[in-house]
């Protein structure tokens, strides 16, 4: 059994698995699915093997790092940090639990003290007082004697003493099967409710994280994280306007750029009188062919008319 520590950003989640093998990706047929933007849709896996528990790349696209190392194929130890973009998984081989049925304990049998007998000097027994017959029964000796039965006719059924069990274990072994059954049952039941867990990983994290990065101005980073969130998620509709937010501060950006570019082209051929017409027309045709819906685009295609050349 081995332990996975998953963190991501400043939350991390911890899952113990036994099931090989285990895979890491985007989409949902993956053992754990991760919501990090630069992981693979199946990215790596961790195999049992012989030698011991195996990290292999899946042929991902930006590659899965060991202890910040990039590796194709690794054998993995305690405390290894796999490094999946900017999640990292802590790897951690446990022991196994096993659960054993108690043993019933055996106590030997008490034998019974041999009664000392005195001995007379010539050896034999002594008799006892009041002649050779034994002392008669009383009344009080004769009440303690076990009733006789008899069966529907009338007639004396012989007693019969209960026959002690045949197997003294059989009730302290069905005992310790029964708790096996019952911790086994335990054990899937958290298993399975682990395993549907581990598919949200990173999820409730994914808005958080899209907000940190509009307020450092990683607009298309944001927009990736915002796209993780599920529709049935109470940020959906939030996550749905911070896009639009998003993909306006780049329309804007990109406008400014625009803006920026022109500007600095006219001010170059303004403040440098001499700059050639070849020269000139590089300079316009730079601008159209880095924004092509420019604002300033029929005045370019203009200023290239005057210098007898086409946009194009």
């Given at each position: 059994?081995i332990?996975?520590?998953?963190i991501?950003?400043q939350?991390?989640?911890?899952f113990?698995?036994?099931q090989f093998?285990?895979?890491?990706?985007?989409?949902?047929?993956?053992?754990?699915?991760?919501?990090?933007?630069?992981g693979?849709?199946?990215?790596?896996?961790?195999?049992?093997?012989?030698?011991?528990?195996k990290?292999?790349?899946?042929?991902?696209?930006n590659g899965?790092?060991?202890?910040?190392?990039?590796?194709?194929?690794?054998l993995l130890?305690?405390?290894?940090?796999?490094?999946?973009?900017?999640?990292?998984?802590?790897f951690?081989e446990?022991?196994?639990?096993t659960t054993?049925?108690?043993?019933?304990?055996?106590?030997?049998?008490?034998?019974?003290?041999?009664?000392?007998?005195?001995?007379?000097?010539?050896?034999a027994?002594?008799?006892?007082?009041g002649?050779?017959?034994?002392?008669?029964?009383?009344?009080?000796t004769?009440?303690?004697?076990?009733?006789?039965?008899?069966?529907?006719?009338?007639?004396r059924v012989?007693?019969?003493?209960?026959?002690?069990?045949?197997?003294p274990?059989?009730?302290?072994?069905?005992v310790g099967?029964?708790?096996?059954?019952?911790?086994?049952i335990?054990?899937g039941?958290?298993?399975?409710?682990?395993?549907?867990?581990?598919?949200?990983?990173?999820?409730?994290?994914?808005?958080?994280?899209?907000l940190?990065?509009?307020?450092?101005?990683?607009?298309?980073?944001?927009?990736?994280?915002?796209k993780?969130v599920?529709?049935?998620?109470?940020k959906?509709?939030?996550?749905?306007?911070?896009i639009?937010e998003c993909?306006?501060?780049?329309?804007?950006?990109?406008?400014?750029?625009?803006e920026?570019?022109?500007?600095?082209?006219v001010?170059?051929?303004?403040?440098?009188?001499?700059?050639?017409?070849?020269?000139?027309?590089?300079?316009?045709?730079?601008?159209?062919q880095?924004?092509?819906?420019?604002?300033?685009?029929?005045e370019?295609?203009?200023k290239l008319?005057?210098?007898?050349?086409?946009?194009?």
């Open positions: 059994m332990k996975l520590t998953i991501v950003g939350s991390q989640t911890e113990e698995l036994d093998p285990i895979s890491f990706g985007r989409t949902p047929d993956n053992t754990i699915q991760l919501a990090e933007p630069n693979s849709r199946n990215h790596c896996r961790i195999e049992k093997t012989q030698q011991g528990y990290l292999i790349d899946l042929e991902s696209k899965t790092k060991l202890n910040g190392k990039f590796v194709n194929q690794a130890k305690s405390g290894d940090d796999i490094g999946i973009g900017a999640t990292r998984i802590i951690t446990t022991a196994p639990q054993q049925a108690p043993k019933p304990a055996v106590r030997p049998a008490a034998s019974a003290p041999k009664p000392t007998v005195p001995r007379t000097a010539a050896g027994p002594p008799r006892p007082a002649g050779n017959r034994p002392p008669a029964r009383t009344a009080g004769a009440a303690r004697r076990r009733p006789q039965e008899t069966d529907e006719n009338g007639e012989p007693f019969r003493p209960k026959q002690p069990s045949s197997n274990y059989i009730i302290p072994v069905i099967i029964a708790i096996i059954v019952v911790v086994g335990i054990i039941a958290s298993s399975g409710s682990g395993r549907s867990s581990v598919k949200q990983v990173g999820e409730k994290d994914d808005y958080e994280e899209a940190t990065d509009m307020k450092a101005g990683n607009y298309d980073t944001a927009i990736n994280r915002l993780n599920k529709a049935d998620s109470s959906y509709a939030d996550a749905l306007a911070k639009q993909e306006k501060k780049i329309a804007d950006l990109k406008l400014a750029e625009c920026k570019s022109w500007l600095d082209a001010d170059f051929i303004q403040l440098y009188p001499t700059t050639s017409d070849s020269q000139k027309i590089r300079i316009f045709k730079k601008h159209l880095k924004y092509p819906d420019s604002p300033h685009k029929a370019a295609v203009a008319a005057e210098l007898g050349a086409s946009p194009d």
